[in-house]
Every structure is written in C-alpha cells, then in structure tokens.
C-alpha cells in the first residue's frame, strides 16, 4: 500500500558509493516529479541548516558535488518554504579504501536487501566479513551479502572488513513496514536506550491496552529470534523482566504477532561503564521538546557533561541535562555525553517523526469503540468490535485526512 500526500518530498542521491572521498555525488529534493519549492539542506561539522550553494554548485533541481571530502560528512535533507521537510540521508565520506554500500532510503519488510563491501582502487569481488551493531554476522567470499525477506530486527548499524585492506565506516539501515505492523508497541522501563550492567528491565508488548497474542523476541550476538522465558527473561502476564542485565543481553528488542505483524524494534545497550546517555526510546514527534540526560552509576546524576551529535560537540551542561526544543528533522541523529574523570557513554539514534498516516491510525484506535467523523455532511463510521475494524478506519482516514490511495 502506498500513501501520497501532496507534502511528501524524497531526497535522492545518485551515486550510492559516495563513501568515499573524491566522488562525484548529485543529490535532489522530488516532489511528484518535481522540485520545486525545496531547498536542500545539511548539517556537517563545520555547517549547521546551510543551503546548497554554499557548499556545493546548484543546478536546476539536483546539487552537485564534483569533488567530494571527509569533511562533508553529515546529515543532508530537503525543505519546504512551508516547513515540511523530507526523509534525512546520512552522507560518510571516508579517505580509507574500503565503503559498504548499502540502501540510502529505508527498506520495506519483505524486501531482499543486498550490501556490498569494496575497495576504491581493486577489484569489487574480494572476500568481506559483515557486521551488524559490533557483532560479526559471516564472512562472504565475493563482497557480496544479501538479506533476503528483512525485517524490523535486521534494522541496524552495518560495516564491512576487507583483509589487507581494512574496515568501511558504519551505515544505519533503516527497515520499514506496512503502517498497520505497527498498531502494538514496545515499551521498555526504565524508558532508555541505554542501561547500565546490573539494572532491572521490564519491557511489554502492548496492542491497544491489549497484551493478548504477542510475543516479545530478541536478536543479541550469541541467539537470534529467541522468546522471552528462552534462556533470558522471565515471561508475566504482561511484561517480560529482566531482574539483572548483562553486557551480553545488548541487542533488538521486537514484539511478533502470531499473525506475522510486528512492532517497531528498540536496540537496547547495555554497558559494563560508568556513564550512559538517557534519551528517548520511541519517535519524537516534530515540534517536541527534548530532555537528555547524562548520569553515571554511582555519583549523582547532576554532573556537568558535554553532549555531541553525530560526533559533533554540541554543548556542554552544567547539571548533566539538555533540552532540545521544538525538534525538528534536522535533530535527527546519533547522540552520546561525556562527564569529566568519568567516560563518555555509548551513542544512542534519536528518531523524530511528523505526524504520520501511522500515527493518525493509532490515535484513532484509542478512541471509544465507537467514532464518528462527519466531513461535507456524509458520516463514516466504525466499530472496533467488527472484525473490518481496520478496513473501516483506512476508509475514515482516507476520506477525513484526502489522502489518495496509488
């Protein structure tokens, strides 16, 4: 199913292999066909929301680097004179010689995704070992490795090594589904990405208050796919606790319907340190103000700290607390702290989201089991005790919301 709506902008990039430097790399904002109206925009370390133009040569609709350098690494995206922007694609120009080339734009569950590691100067064939999130996953004997039918737990920070060679740098694959995967949600408490050796954990597959028919899994470097109450955990009626986490239960946390559907997945890091980055599990919301927090294990968590994005230093807090307000897609990133004669935490990926058809079906479904919406005088209702439940709201959303359905 494929939504479009008349603020939805794509930026593309032509030339996937723009890891390294010196390439060639043209990048454009499309809309229906189109581009006009959008500006492309980028935050490196040396420039924060600067336009094509300044760092690059504008052409039309495209902006074209003809020689491109490690120090345009960063996050580059388009946007609108009326403020909506598009998806953020996330450039690492490297001088080394080897780039894993992997998917710019997110990938749908189901899909076969294929990653190719490969050198600047040799043949593109070489034997390659591939990793996700730290931890090896096989060595390929040409470059190549494909995932065939991928789903949310394949989302994650993927690199490459070519012996003699030497190790690409990382790039975040982003897997997405259907909208309706998505109406449970994983929660976790404490509400962290990141956690220290020896805390307690509690996580909950909840689908509209609901617990029934849900089963939480997990992807770590020792097991993959395997239930609550399999080795790890202990399964309750409506949580999955973990009294003592280890380093080793680091991983993809996941609910899974009996009927295939899944929640969104949450990478939990789980540290042996002394210092962790507090941030927010799920999707911010646009417009939202953001709390970090950055506390050690033992001291009091009112530390000064320094705080970076996406390896730029982006201020430093007296009492170990910054707020980002009113986000934006442009606060998409990697984030990490550092307090003084402690250490610096592990990074966490903060995700901001506008207010998407997923979202809307969601608050929809928390309504009472009865809605009605009236829109140029025709009513369409809904009742969440008819199995069509869902066929009913889409045709609500659609008909309230004008979106076309293509």
Not at 115 to 128: E, F, I
């Amino acid at each position: 199913m494929l939504l479009k709506n008349s603020l939805r902008c794509l930026l593309s990039v032509d030339n996937t292999n723009s890891s390294l430097k010196s390439d060639f790399v043209s990048l454009s904002c499309e809309e229906d066909d189109s581009s006009a109206g959008w500006t492309l925009r980028r935050n490196t370390s040396r420039d924060t929301r600067a336009e094509c133009g300044d760092w690059a040569d504008a052409a039309g609709s495209s902006c074209n680097f003809s020689h491109i350098i490690p120090l345009d690494s960063g996050v580059y995206w388009c946007e609108s004179r009326e403020g909506p922007i598009s998806n953020m694609v996330n450039l690492t120009l490297t001088g080394g010689s080897v780039i894993l080339q992997s998917p710019v734009l997110p990938v749908m569950e189901g899909d076969d995704v294929t990653l190719l590691c490969k050198t600047k100067t040799t043949p593109s064939n070489l034997p390659a070992a591939f990793y996700k999130d730290g931890s090896l996953i096989r060595k390929q004997p040409t470059g190549h490795m494909t995932i065939q039918h991928v789903s949310r737990s394949d989302e994650g920070l993927y690199k490459c090594d070519i012996s003699g060679h030497g190790e690409s740098p990382s790039s975040w694959i982003t897997v997405t589904g259907d909208t309706l995967t998505c109406l449970s949600r994983l929660t976790v408490s404490p509400s962290s990405f990141q956690l220290f050796e020896g805390d307690f954990v509690s996580l909950s597959c909840v689908e509209d208050d609901s617990y029934v028919g849900w089963t939480l899994r997990r992807n770590t470097s020792k097991k993959r796919m395997t239930p609550c109450g399999d080795g790890w955990g202990k399964a309750t009626a409506s949580a999955c606790k973990i009294t003592y986490i280890l380093t080793q239960d680091s991983g993809d946390y996941w609910c899974e319907f009996r009927e295939g559907a899944t929640s969104s997945t949450l990478t939990l890091r789980v540290t042996g340190g002394s210092v962790i980055l507090q941030s927010p599990v799920l999707p911010v919301m646009e417009g939202d103000d953001v709390t970090l927090l950055c506390k050690t294990k033992t001291t009091p968590s009112n530390l000064p700290a320094a705080f970076y994005k996406d390896g730029v230093f982006i201020g430093k807090e007296p009492t170990g607390h910054m707020t980002i307000q009113h986000v934006s897609r442009s606060d998409e990133g990697l984030y990490k702290c550092d307090i003084s004669g402690h250490g610096e935490s592990p990074s966490s990926w903060i995700t901001v989201t506008g207010d998407t058809l997923t979202l809307k079906i969601w608050r929809l479904l928390q309504k009472n089991k009865k809605e009605t919406w009236e829109e140029d005088g025709e009513n369409c209702q809904h009742d969440t005790e008819d199995n069509k439940l869902i066929f009913s709201v889409i045709q609500c959303l659609f008909h309230h919301l004008r979106v076309e359905m293509c």
